[in-house]
């Protein structure tokens, strides 16, 4: 299965700031996807990123707080844009292996004060 | 969308088996999976299933499908302090973007010596 680096592992960011995560992938995968898991929940859907195209997102996330970046078939970006104490949480890549399987990032423990 | 229902909490003896239920949305999910979180790490993906299957077994792990009440278990046999963990039951499901995973809360699995 795929292996995925998630950066940062952590963060502690100011309100009102904006955070870039990345995630690379060791190989060429078409759909990438976005989660945050907020403390002590589950996992929520943020957007799907496909290469060449814009980022679909689910109900209650936007793009302006939560603009993607997707240049190749084995990156993407996510950034959390504007930056409040209600946006502490883990975000979480993931990709599909096809077939079966989603690969998951390490995940990002973003802490907003 | 639909929650994926879990149990939150689950506690157990060394050596015993556990039983982690959940119970699924969407009958059309073609995989059902379930994902390990150990405290501070990422989500490791343990088994899945098909949704032709009704079990499935993989070393000291059982899954249990019944599609016809949309309920999936995850049995642990000789459960072990290791075991201790979040457990997540996820369906493949089709969003705003596509199919991806829609996730239950997670059952909190404490294993006691």
């Known amino acids: 299965s795929a292996v995925i680096s998630q950066k940062p592992s952590r963060d502690i960011c100011q309100r009102g700031t904006s955070l870039t995560i990345q995630c690379q992938v060791d190989s060429q995968v078409t759909m990438m996807f976005w989660y945050r898991q907020q403390p002590g929940q589950s996992l929520t859907l943020i957007a799907t990123?496909?290469?060449?195209?814009?980022?679909?997102?689910e109900s209650g996330f936007v793009i302006d707080k939560f603009p993607i970046s997707r240049p190749n078939l084995t990156f993407s970006t996510l950034t959390v844009s504007n930056m409040s104490p209600e946006d502490s949480s883990i975000y979480l890549c993931?990709?599909?292996?096809?077939?079966?399987?989603?690969?998951f990032g390490s995940g990002t423990r973003l802490t907003v004060v | 969308g639909e929650d994926v229902e879990q149990s939150l909490f689950l506690s157990v003896r060394e050596g015993d088996s556990s039983v982690i239920n959940c119970t699924y949305t969407d009958s059309s999910s073609t995989y059902l999976y379930w994902y390990k979180q150990e405290p501070g790490a990422g989500l490791q993906l343990l088994t899945y299933i098909f949704s032709n299957m009704d079990m499935k077994q993989d070393q000291r792990l059982t899954v249990l499908l019944n599609k016809k009440d949309k309920h999936l278990s995850l049995r642990i046999a000789d459960t072990q302090t290791g075991d201790s963990a979040i457990y997540f039951c996820?369906?493949?499901?089709?969003?705003?973007?596509?199919?991806?995973?829609?996730f239950g809360k997670g059952t909190s699995l404490l294993v006691t010596p």
């Open positions: 996820a369906e493949e499901s089709e969003g705003n973007s596509g199919y991806a995973l829609n």
């Open positions: 990123a496909n290469q060449g195209s814009e980022a679909t997102y």
């Open positions: 993931s990709v599909s292996t096809g077939g079966y399987g989603y690969t």
